[in-house]
């Protein structure tokens, strides 16, 4: 029920020009057909349906949430409106979170001009950063992290490959979300290394794509500010506090 009512939600946004895009766990369901078995193998819940949108849209996508049977929050629309709206369905009870070009979380990852790419959902990029940005990283981060890159390939370009040179080029510049990204790399890494339920072929293939994602990273020429940056290192605080925010995709 629950991704058959994001997917009415996505068309019906289509039908009007509107750029509604799933991110969160349907995201990755959607993207992940081949090895979406992952998520029950190991256990992954869906709870709540998260969107990506643009804000030169939100009036419009208002409209259209409130003829698809949907109330806004008022006091989440009050403080944080112009940036994410929260919407619930009160005669099913599902529970909506919509963020307005782009995701603010440990670290900001930006939509703009990036929501043509896929018809249905953030681009596979943006579904890796999303989870790699946590600082509290937790199993279900983990959980969809590997049937991301399990089920595509890492390269260049292609609606279907994550693009680990764009990637990497946005972490050159930001040494917060670097040293963040890379050390859940190395979570994801060491967890499905050890976890029993995942297939040895599976654990070769998703460790050889983290590696991948590394090594583009690491070798990716840094920018002054990333430099400066790097030199202050944990010392000072280089993630966004989000404890004051509604939950997380």
Same mark, same amino acid.
């Given at each position: 029920?629950?991704?058959?009512?994001?997917?009415?939600?996505?068309?019906?946004?289509?039908?009007?020009?509107?750029?509604?895009?799933?991110?969160?766990?349907?995201?990755?369901?959607?993207?992940?057909?081949?090895?979406?078995?992952?998520?029950?193998?190991?256990?992954?819940?869906?709870?709540?349906?998260?969107?990506?949108?643009?804000?030169?849209?939100?009036?419009?996508?208002?409209?259209?949430?409130?003829?698809?049977?949907?109330?806004?929050?008022?006091?989440?629309?009050?403080?944080f409106g112009d940036r994410r709206t929260?919407?619930?369905?009160?005669?099913?009870?599902?529970?909506?979170?919509?963020?307005?070009?782009? %995701?603010?979380?440990?670290?900001? $990852?930006?939509?703009?001009?990036?929501? /043509? @790419?896929?018809?249905? *959902?953030?681009? &596979?990029? +943006?579904? %890796?950063?999303?989870?790699?940005? $946590?600082?509290?990283?937790?199993?279900? /981060? @983990?959980?969809?992290? *590997?049937?991301? &890159?399990? +089920?595509?390939?890492?390269?260049?370009?292609?609606?279907?490959?994550?693009?680990?040179?764009? @990637?990497?080029?946005?972490?050159?510049?930001?040494?917060?979300?670097?040293?963040?990204?890379?050390?859940?790399?190395?979570?994801?890494?060491?967890w499905i290394t050890k976890h029993e339920?995942?297939?040895?072929?599976?654990?070769?293939?998703?460790?050889?794509?983290?590696?991948t994602i590394l090594q583009r990273a690491?070798?990716?020429?840094?920018?002054?500010?990333?430099?400066?940056?790097?030199?202050?290192?944990?010392?000072?605080?280089?993630?966004?506090?989000?404890?004051?925010?509604?939950?997380?995709?």
């Amino acid at each position: 029920m629950m991704k058959s009512e994001a997917m009415r939600i996505v068309g019906e946004g289509s039908k009007r020009d509107l750029h509604v895009r799933l991110l969160g766990a349907i995201a990755f369901q959607t993207r992940c057909p081949k090895f979406s078995f992952l998520t029950l193998r190991l256990n992954r819940v869906l709870s709540d349906v998260d969107f990506a949108a643009y804000s030169t849209e939100s009036p419009r996508i208002s409209g259209m949430m409130r003829e698809l049977g949907y109330e806004d929050q008022p006091m989440i629309t009050a403080l944080f409106g112009d940036r994410r709206t929260i919407w619930d369905n009160r005669t099913s009870g599902l529970h909506v979170d919509i963020f307005l070009d782009k %995701l603010e979380m440990n670290h900001d $990852i930006s939509f703009q001009n990036r929501l /043509d @790419i896929d018809p249905f *959902t953030i681009p &596979l990029e +943006e579904m %890796l950063l999303e989870k790699m940005q $946590i600082v509290r990283l937790e199993e279900k /981060d @983990i959980v969809d992290t *590997t049937m991301l &890159l399990r +089920e595509h390939e890492v390269g260049g370009v292609g609606q279907e490959t994550i693009n680990a040179r764009y @990637i990497a080029k946005l972490l050159s510049n930001d040494w917060g979300f670097y040293y963040t990204f890379t050390n859940n790399m190395g979570k994801v890494k060491s967890w499905i290394t050890k976890h029993e339920h995942v297939d040895e072929e599976d654990k070769k293939d998703v460790c050889a794509k983290i590696d991948t994602i590394l090594q583009r990273a690491t070798d990716e020429p840094k920018s002054f500010r990333w430099e400066a940056r790097s030199k202050i290192g944990t010392k000072k605080k280089w993630y966004n506090d989000v404890e004051s925010l509604p939950g997380r995709p």
